[in-house]
Nanobody, 118 residues
Framework: QVQLVESGGGLVQPGGSLRLSCAAS????????MGWYRQAPGEQRELVAT??????????DSVKGRFTISRDNAKNTKKTVYLQMNNLKSEDTAVYYC?????????WGQGTQVTVSE
């Protein structure tokens, strides 16, 4: 059974940083493209960043230069994808979701709240 469990969300002031983690289990992690998406209240879910199985990354224009996605495929470690978020802005406030995608298989985590506020 595939599980994606996000952690690391919270309340941070504008200009601050957070690192989100998504621990994956029940899947051949290194084969999947992984991504982070977010959904603000009243808005549609949107792509934040993705990373392919071989490490190629893609970012939404709104987060380029501020966010970094990475993944840990090493055999003996927990299979995890990260999102380092720097210089956070109020408009980054949303629930952040982890996604795993391979061919017709697509999975989501339960989400973690990020709130950027004074």
């Amino acid at each position: 059974q595939v599980q994606l469990v996000e952690s690391g969300g919270g309340l941070v002031q504008p200009g601050g940083s957070l690192r989100l983690s998504c621990a994956a289990s029940g899947m051949f992690f290194s084969s999947y493209a992984m991504g982070w998406y977010r959904q603000a209240p009243g808005e549609q879910r949107e792509l934040v960043a993705t990373i392919t199985s071989n490490g190629r990354t893609n970012y939404a224009d709104s987060v380029k230069g501020r966010f970094t996605i990475s993944r840990d495929n090493a055999k003996n470690t927990k299979k995890t994808v990260y999102l380092q978020m720097n210089n956070l802005k109020s408009e980054d406030t949303a629930v952040y979701y982890c996604n795993a995608d391979l061919d017709s298989r697509n999975y989501w985590g339960q989400g973690t709240q990020v709130t950027v506020s004074e």
